[in-house]
């Protein structure tokens, strides 16, 4: 559907041009996708997002959408439309004109676009709400008009430029839910850009992570949360704990790593060569306290620190030998009693951590 | 249970009272010096108008007429008038058709160049229009600078007759107001959202398509108001036609002006005044029309 083919931007007017804002990506969309390019704010992916649709130049690479090459095409060539961050509605015309926008530039038959306008509006929920300009409407429904507004010429691809970063955490969360729904009923791809992570969880098929320009990760949301590829993605996306340690020593099934005067035997049945330097993550609901270890867990000592009460979990701070401190969440009704035991054991099984380079 | 309900600190009878003084202190110089130097001024031109010519100058109160309306019914005056509003209405086109690009060049160079550009069109005003005016002389006449130099080079003969035509009153006139057209233009251009056209364009339309729907709506406000800004001024702009446009060209203003200091028909020259002034009532009220009933009239 769309390929982006070792695209790489450099802006003219940036201080150091050695680093690129978008720093050689390639990257296949499939048709009908949800897919969410996910990251932090500078990390390259909004104007990612604006070559695919035409308003930056690649400084290199190459663009397809269906498989033609659109790099030097303009906007108004590019079967891609685009919901903007900011919804950029036209404030000179109500509702209708803005939806209707599309059709009325290529000169559509009133019919056709009376017809068309009616019926997004009401796949948006907005009936009645034809002649109401864009400064009477809410933030929700200014983004329901930028969604109609776009998809009215159906496009290949709907770009969508972190569309939800203004609205309140309420109607954010109801949105998610709306937008993929309406996503599945359109059919059409969505290219949505966003930092949340959780937002790119709740809603994507697949995530695309970046970081300064580049792709650290692409996968589908559990892949993403449950095995990242690097130490950013493990910690951008959700909590995480790292170990970081040298493997002491090669056993037949596992290794031992060394984290400063502790040992972890860790690591799925993979074997790692003594000296390596290695990082683990796991996630705090993976871990376990325990008053003592049973056989087949991993397990290190720990020292209670605090304990944050967070509504549908709690969340237990505890403190390693070494100073380190590491992050457990376990669900409101099952909690690991601090005064039962002398000694606290953090413990997990070795299938549950991830091994990162 | 024990409730104490205290006093509020001050009553809202006194908040109110001292909300009333504040505008009409502050406003009050104003209010007298506006009463003492125009709206008295404006009163005297009125009565003036419907009275005769005094004998050597000055009014003659015996007794009220309409001679001076009626006698501006003439064809003479009456072509004067249509060639002012002409002159008026060219000034103002050329003016926004040069000025649109301009200020919307400055709008969107990055903000550190910006105020460069805006002083290019602002230095100018410190030095007198008078004195500008009379720059514009010595280029354009026939020893001037500009024919000197062809002469020079060799590209013309004989002199180029460039001052003294309704060319060289269109030119002075432009020059002087293109900064009151740049300036409404370009606060409206400044403050006009560019994603916009970015959606426009997004939505397939080609960038001329999106000027003519987006951009060109949205900056109305600033083409009515500069519009109105340039167009007015002019008709009373009596200078520059009397320094650039020698004896061939008189306009309004400066037949009013003749009106007062050589033929010393108070009278006439107040009637023609208030036509003028009435006039202008009229396209004050037909720009703010054409802004539409949301827009208000946004100068600067």
Known sequence: MVRLNHVVKIFDDQDNLEAAAVNDISLEIREGEFLTILGPSGCGKTTTLRMIAGFEKCTNGDIFIDNENVSDKAPYERQVNTVFQNYALFPHMNVYDNIAFALSIKKAPKREIEEKVSKLLKTVQLEGMENRMPDQLSGGQKQRVAIARAVINNPKVLLLDEPLGALDQKLRKQMQVELKHLQQKLGITFVFVTHDQEEALIMSDRICVMNNGSIEQFGTPDEIYERPKTRFVADFIGETNFFEGIIKERKENYSIMQMGSLDVATLNGVVYSEGTTLCFAIRPERLKLKASPTSDDCYIKAFYKERIYVGSVIKTVLTLNNGKQITISEASGDIFDINASKDIFVTWKSSQGVVIN | ?300
């Open chain 2, 1 to 300: 249970m024990d409730l104490k309900i205290g006093k509020p600190p001050f009553t809202t009878r006194k908040v109110h009272k001292r909300e009333f003084k504040g505008p009409f202190a502050v406003l009050s110089p104003v209010i007298v010096w506006m009463l003492i130097f125009f709206v008295v001024p404006i009163i005297l031109i009125i009565i003036a108008s419907f009275f005769n010519k005094g004998d050597l100058a000055g009014i003659n109160y015996s007794s009220p007429t309409f001679n001076n309306y009626i006698s501006f019914l003439d064809e003479r005056y009456l072509k004067i008038l249509f060639d002012s509003l002409a002159i008026s209405l060219i000034t103002t086109l050329i003016c926004l058709f040069l000025g649109y690009p301009f200020a919307y060049f400055v709008a969107k160079t990055p903000k550190k160049y910006r105020a460069l550009f805006l002083m290019m069109i602002i230095l100018p005003f410190w030095t007198n229009s008078l004195i500008r005016t009379y720059a514009w002389i010595i280029l354009l006449r026939t020893e001037g600078i500009i024919n000197t130099y062809l002469m020079n080079l060799h590209i013309i003969k004989v002199p180029l007759s460039l001052l003294y035509n309704q060319g060289s009153v269109l030119l002075g006139m432009v020059y002087t107001m293109f900064p009151f057209m740049v300036l409404p233009l370009y606060s409206t251009l400044e403050k006009l959202d560019f994603s916009l056209l970015e959606a426009a364009q997004d939505l397939g339309a080609k960038p001329f398509d999106a000027f003519m729907r987006v951009t060109l709506p949205l900056t109305k406000s600033g083409i009515l108001s500069g519009s109105l800004l340039v167009f007015v001024p002019t008709l009373g702009l009596f200078f520059i036609p009397d320094l650039m446009g020698g004896s061939k060209i008189t306009l309004i203003s400066n037949l009013i002006k003749n009106q007062f200091l050589s033929s010393r028909n108070w009278p006439f020259g107040s009637a023609i005044s208030i036509i003028i002034i009435l006039l202008m009532f009229g396209f004050m009220n037909l720009f703010t029309r054409l802004g539409g009933s949301k827009d208000k009239m946004e100068v600067m």
